[in-house]
């Protein structure tokens, strides 16, 4: 049983949940990824892992269609995951680069960012993270930030509300300039993504990003999540998710996320209208 | 002697109207009254003639079962079937006898062969039916040892499912480490309900839950535990992990959004019910016009969910008629709803439209030559022609290969397309660690996975009780 022994809001739009899977939690490294069901009927949705620790694994999930706002709406603390398998992928190379740098501007890449500057610390380095947000509103509660195992931590927000106005990108590229960084990680937007990719190409820094696509299994039996990297053929969740930046074919990375946005709609729209229905009250 | 009856009695179907538009099973199977006139039709070839028992890769007394049937006792029937394959409902749905024991039947030279497959599947239906295999199970049960060994199973598959079975009824504690959410492997996420029912697996597992066997879904051993944590927490581990990696074909426009491996198209669509969207979660995207490239099991049931799902289907395949790898029945059927076959079209391009989903596929026109390659097949060459075909939808069929978790997470030894090494008993390199099925093989059958998972359980029965040493060298078996 993956039992909800966690659920706390982030922002408006994103929500943190602990689940327990200790058959995960015992193996898991950062850069690896977890699938789940919510339930029976469920579509199976790749996850990035925040941390996890005592036999349980905790997400950060946005609510964006169907399976994360049903998950929002209706399990909570005490209801348990139809399905919690992993981990999948290949862990990132934890060991002491330097100075190492964590960038993020959405819910997968701030699990992340925690996750992996957490070890990377640990491993000896000196870490930087950056995360960008909308506006004050959407930046997390200080406890889920990766503040505690950064040496160095930037907000920024798009208005500028809080930290630095602006993106990640803008950062990094001040970082750039000072000639601090060794190794960039980042995780979030695809696009964005590929901006940072252009960035840091002609630098020559490596560039290790979250290459997010659409999955099914997770374990490299469908090829649902299949790009282009250095002319080859590679599975992001069995090759990947984490891949180098510059050898990514991101154009039809960035499309492939629009495969099913007709059914994706439609599912969403039944369901809010569903939840509409039962509650009176709008949810979102 | 008894006349010979040259013609088969064909067991009745659902009409195409109905099955075009619905995923139950197509082939209605016999009923008591016609197996029986069926099997009046074997000349109960002795057995140490019999060329079906031979043809057979699991050697089924086939012509003893099929006297039981005469006779009318099907838990006799059940009985003798089982002593060489435990899952007759599914092979008798999904085995390609026409190339194994009908091939040979002694009544095809002069007329149909038997209609052995469809015999095996109508004991093991009635048996369920009636619950006899229930009976024979608690006969079994009352016969188990308990010993005080415990046996790893890599993967749900025929393969595995059919070791975790023997092994239970030898009395090991036996545990199934399953990668995905459910039991079955190609089973259940590959092969669709209109040829092999949903249900039938649920019973054939509910017999392992009789067993004791236990299932640990979720796990995907490389990842969730390790092949060496399993070595060392169990006294033996089998690994059935199959060939589920599809081969995608690395020419412009493959990653465009409508184009999906067969396996992606059949998991969505099997395993996650994509067909009964919205009602289950898991979306699939059929446009109008479909083109499937292959010419195996894996095509047919492709273009026919693809069919079903209320698309136009044609399949493309750079060979003739006569090389498909499909059984015969699921071509014949193919026809039958409606599905239109384009041969000696070799696809080099795959055209995309505005919204990154394709609008076409251009093909190379191939022609054969008499030359033969070393699996028998002609060899064929392009011919500088092209033509294109409109589709707004792909489904790529042309192979599998094994996950390479398993053995890039161990220090196994593998051959060069992947399957790991075993031996002539199914040993690997690993001490006290077999495998079978696709893993072994690549893309094979289900009886030669079930064979395997058979002949592995006694392997590690041997293994486990005469306490002989792990040979230095495993010296690859051929197949
Ligand atoms: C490696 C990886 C890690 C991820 N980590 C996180 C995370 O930590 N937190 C988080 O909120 N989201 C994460 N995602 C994305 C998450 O899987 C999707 O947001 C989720 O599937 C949306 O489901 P839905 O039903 O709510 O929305 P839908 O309406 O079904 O989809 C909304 C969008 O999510 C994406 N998506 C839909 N289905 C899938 C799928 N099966 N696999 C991948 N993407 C899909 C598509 O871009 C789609 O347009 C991750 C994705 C990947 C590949
Ligand atoms: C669409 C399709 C149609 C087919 N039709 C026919 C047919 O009509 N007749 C026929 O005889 N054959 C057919 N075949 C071939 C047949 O299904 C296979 O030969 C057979 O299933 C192989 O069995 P297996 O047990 O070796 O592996 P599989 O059935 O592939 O099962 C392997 C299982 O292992 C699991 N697994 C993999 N890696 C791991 C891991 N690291 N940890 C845990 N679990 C893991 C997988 O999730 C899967 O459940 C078909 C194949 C396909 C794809
Ligand atoms: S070869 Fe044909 S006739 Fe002979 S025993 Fe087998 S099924 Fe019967
Ligand atoms: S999600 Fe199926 S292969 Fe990656």
Known sequence: ?284 | MAKIIKERVETPERPVEERTKSFIEVNLGYTFEIAQKEAERCLQCPANYAPCIKGCPVHIDIPAFISKIKEGDIKEALRIIWKDNTLPAITGRVCPQEDQCEKVCVVGKVGTAVNIGKLERFVADYAREKGIDKELLEEELKKIESKNKKVAIVGSGPAGLTAAGELAKMGYKVTVFEALHEVGGVLIYGIPEFRLPKDILKSELDKLDKLGVEIKKDHIVGKTVTLEELSGEYDAVFIGTGAGTPRFLNIPGILLGSIYSANEFLTRVNLMKAYKFPEYDTPVNVGKKTIVIGAGNTAMDAARSALRLGSEVTVAYRRGFEDMTARIEEIHHAKEEGVRFEFFLNPVEFIGNENHKVKAVKFEKMKALDERDSRGKRKIVGTGEYVTLEADTVIIAIGLEPNKIISESSGFKVNPDGTLVVDEHLRTTMKGVLAGGDAIRGEATVILAMGDGKKAAAAIDEFLSSGEPWPDEIKQVSF
């Open chain 1, 1 to 284: 049983m993956y039992t909800i022994t966690d659920k706390k809001v982030l922002s408006p739009i994103d929500y943190f949940v602990e689940v327990e899977a200790s058959h995960v939690a015992r193996a898991w490294k950062p850069g690896q990824f977890v699938v789940l069901m919510a339930h029976e009927k469920g579509e199976r949705i790749p996850m990035s892992v925040y941390r996890a620790d005592d036999g349980k694994i905790g997400m950060f999930i946005r609510k964006l269609g169907k399976t994360s706002l049903q998950i929002f709406n209706e399990f909570n603390v005490g209801d348990s995951l139809w399905s919690v398998a992993g981990p999948l992928g290949t862990p990132i190379e934890v060991k002491k680069y330097g100075t190492v740098v964590f960038a993020s501007d959405a819910v997968c890449g701030h699990a992340e960012n925690y996750a992996t500057l957490r070890q990377m610390k640990e491993a000896g380095n000196h870490t930087i993270s950056i995360q960008s947000f909308k506006d004050e509103e959407d930046v997390y509660p200080e406890q889920f930030l990766a503040k505690s195992v950064a040496d160095e931590h930037y907000i920024t927000t798009s208005d500028g509300s809080v930290g630095i106005k602006g993106n990640y990108l803008d950062v990094i590229r001040d970082l750039i300039e000072q000639d601090k960084v060794d190794i960039i990680f980042a995780g979030g937007v695809l696009g964005t993504l590929a901006k940072l990719a252009e960035l840091t190409r002609p630098y020559g820094i490596p560039t290790m990003t979250t290459v997010r696509q659409i999955m099914v299994d997770g374990t490299g039996m469908c090829g649902s999540c299949r790009i282009l990297y250095d002319g080859q053929i590679k599975f992001a969740c069995r090759d990947g998710p984490m891949f180098d930046a510059h050898k990514v074919d991101w154009e039809d990375v960035l499309k492939r996320e629009t495969r099913f946005l007709e059914q994706e709609k439609l599912a969403k729209e039944m369901y809010l209208k569903k939840i509409n229905e039962s509650h009176g009250k709008e949810v979102v």
